[in-house]
């Protein structure tokens, strides 16, 4: 027998956006989600990570999305892709905008099907003009979310530019200076148990140890701090000193 499964997808527009934020949204709700995630811009041909997805997924199986905004770039070609993986019985979850799931239109088309009459003609007439519209609407509402998500974006825009603008007219340094640099209380931490643990500084654990019973961080968080430190050692800013295992 074959488990249905669940995907997550996140994606950003730019290498400088973090995508960290979306896959935890998404594993805070579904822990056991696989996630496909990718940078796709105006000038990328192919979302090779999303294509790779619809090629994996199978009827019964659910795709979940942080945003509506995140499984394609506009209304149109969103409300295509939901319509197409509607169509393979793939259910699809949107955290932020939870009333276009896919389970709501369905319900709404089990709440019909006890229309009958003693035409079966007639029957399958209502039933296929109920579809019709509940496709219409569902398209309407896909649109509507896609609408709210993308003014959302530019009011952030607006509010950043407008903060910047203040703090510029009032003489407040914008940004970091060069070189400067800020490390969260999290990521300080996080590093300090690396050095302390990992077999790569002296420690006694593996990475996949390292993460499933000491880190409370993500992967890619992990890499990039042990990234940090090796480039840290090779500078000569970090001093490595060889432990024993602590019993």
């Known amino acids: 027998m074959f488990l249905n499964k669940i995907y997550g997808y996140c994606r950003i527009s730019t290498k400088s956006q973090s995508i960290e934020r979306q896959i935890q949204n998404i594993l805070k709700e579904y822990p056991g989600a696989k996630i496909y995630q ?21 009827p ?9 905004s995140r499984m394609s770039r506009n209304a149109d070609e969103g409300i295509s892709e939901y319509m197409e993986l509607l169509e393979k019985d793939i259910n699809l979850i949107f955290l932020k905008e939870g009333y276009i799931d896919t389970e709501v239109y369905q319900e709404q088309l089990k709440a019909n099907d006890n229309i009958q009459t003693d035409d079966t003609d007639l029957n399958e007439t209502i039933m296929k003009g109920i579809r019709e519209y509940l ?32 703090a510029q007219r009032n003489g407040s340094q914008v940004g970091r200076l060069k070189g400067d640099t800020f490390e969260t209380k999290k990521a300080k931490e996080a590093k300090e148990k690396i050095l302390k643990y990992s077999k790569h500084f002296g420690g006694y654990m593996q990475d996949t140890e390292l993460l499933k019973e000491i880190l409370n961080i993500s992967r890619n968080s992990y890499y990039k701090y042990k990234k940090e430190l090796q480039e840290a050692y090779a500078r000569g800013e970090l001093k490595i000193v060889k432990t024993k295992k602590e019993w």
């Not at 019964?60 to 509506?68: A, M, P």
């Not at 509507?144 to 607006?158: C, G, M, P, T």
């Open 135 to 166: 496709k219409r609407l569902a398209t309407k509402q896909i649109r509507i979310a896609f609408e709210q998500s993308e003014k959302e974006v530019q009011d952030l825009r607006e509010r950043t530019k407008e903060g910047l603008r203040v």
């Open 38 to 58: 990718e940078v796709f811009t105006g000038t990328t041909i192919e979302r090779k990570e999303w294509t790779k997805l619809k090629k994996v997924i199978k």
């Open 60 to 68: 019964g199986d659910t795709i979940v999305f942080d945003s509506v």
